[in-house]
């Protein structure tokens, strides 16, 4: 939902900046999964998030949530990159490796 998309990159923004690094941003809104989720269809929803992930595997190095619903998404699926599903522990995490 873009509701949460834009306050998410910003805080991942804010923080990259607090931390003296100089990150890019590729936020990607998954259309229709949110529909799904609101309408029941929550696998058809999972399968949304696995297919966006798929494609974002090859383009960047971590990938944060911006719902932490999103997360039952990836449980039990073998990811090629880290999927942070929780967005303050996720920031917190992106922080702390932009800090070293």
């Given at each position: 939902m873009s509701t949460t998309l834009v306050p998410t990159v910003d805080l991942l923004k804010r923080k990259a900046r607090e931390a003296g690094k100089d990150v890019a941003v590729d936020d990607v809104l998954v259309e229709g999964a949110f529909q799904f989720r609101a309408g029941g269809d929550v696998e058809a929803h999972d399968?949304?998030?696995?297919?966006a992930l798929e494609g974002l595997s090859q383009k960047v190095d971590v990938?944060?949530?911006a719902q932490a619903s999103m997360a039952r998404a990836v449980r039990g699926t073998v990811q090629k990159l880290p999927v942070l599903t929780s967005p303050v522990l996720g920031?917190?995490?992106?922080k702390r490796r932009l800090e070293r």
């Open positions: 399968v949304q998030i696995r297919l990938v944060v949530f920031v917190e995490n992106v």
